[in-house]
């Protein structure tokens, strides 16, 4: 039988709203006493992109001032933490990063150092939102993991995928979430996307093991001292560009392709939360076409266009008569997306990555605007419907996996509820939708494997096509 539990609120000396349990059945948010580090003493640890863009995030950040760490990418042991101090139900991507953190902090307190200490001098740096899914419990899921491991009041700064470059008018912060900030995030952020998919168009095709891998790291350590530096990126682009030109491939091995998509984290991370997906698939002989993150920031800012498009759409009576508000933010939005492209397009006609352009989110949303409710924009919202539906008109990849946590409410909810008429429509395509769990590796390679075999006799009958 549940025990029945109440709850007080109380108003706090300084006027704010106080929650207070009696019954220490449920966990409640609350404000802490503790005599924090100051900015130039604390360190912010970050993490959650892939280990190339983590490490690239790190270089970039360090001529700001401040002391910053990248957290390992997370893997089946932090997964384990998260679960065994988070709620029950949880996404797991919750579970993966809160036990990461709680795993670095453990490790700290195993060397020495007092758990007050770790509370006073850490500051973990993350992206929040307010939903419409769970991500909009994220931060409290996070708060709740760390009380209960023992690590109660360690502070948590956030930056929203909603609200653009301009986000340090809150409370004192440590963690820099500056415009200049969120220029070098997105200069780190591209160039980790350029040579990801370099690696990706290049490794199934290298003709000496490990050259593709040797060549990676190579330009990881060019970009690291230039970012750190903070030295011109151009000449680095060259340099890196004439490493990737001398390694020797056989484009003749035919190979299918397979496009990676899905929810955010679970399509993006390269370890045990998405089970190594990318690797495995090289492993089996595929080509694959990953989601850059840089995706995630061209999807934000269609959103936030959308969203004023709607309001300008409004009854008159309701709209200042010159709404300059919205023009501002018109005018942020385009600048932004033109800044995001721009830096990308350039820097990777610099680093010579070929046969890749930046989706272009208007047609995506045209692809799957009948399918899709565009307003739910929850997740990836409408793209995953969007990325079948153009994989399959303009034959662009034998295989789409969308892969995503399990009970993902945008991706397992209400994408793939439409999928079912997309791919009723376009018989053509091949896709498979996937969850992770964290656990259950075996029957998620299974159906993998299962979907490749079917992408690998597609692959052979076009090369006899070719060849009758
Ligand atoms: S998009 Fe899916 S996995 Fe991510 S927070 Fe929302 S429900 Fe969870």
Redesign the pocket.
Known sequence: MSQACSTRVSTATDGTLDYLHQDATHWHDRRRDIDYASPGESIVLFGGLTPLQDHLLWAAVQTMGGNYIALPTPDNEAFRLGKAYGNRGQ????YFTSGNLIKYLQKLHEAGMSKEEIVRKYVFATASGC?P???GM?TTEYRKALTAAGFDGLRIETFEQQKGIFQMDEDLRVAPFSPRFFIKATQAVSIGDMINIMGYQMRPYEVEPGSVDKAMEEAKAIFTDTLTGGKSLIPALFKARRIFQRIPLDRTRIKPKVMVMG????AMTEGDGNYHLHRFLESEGAEVIPQPLINRFLLSLWEAKHDLEKHANLPDTQRPMIDFKSAKERLMIEGGKWAVKGIFTLYARILGLRGYTLPNMEKLYELARDYYPVDSD???GHLEVAHVIEAVEENLAHLVISV??F?????SAVSDGIQSLVTTRYPQANFLSIETSGEGAANFYSRVQMALFKAKEAVKNEELGVRN
Not at 407 to 411: A, D, L, N, T
């Open positions: 996404c797991n991507p919750t939903g899914c769970r991500f994220y929810e955010f984290w679970a929850g997740g990836e995503k946590p009970g993902c409410m945008p991706s």
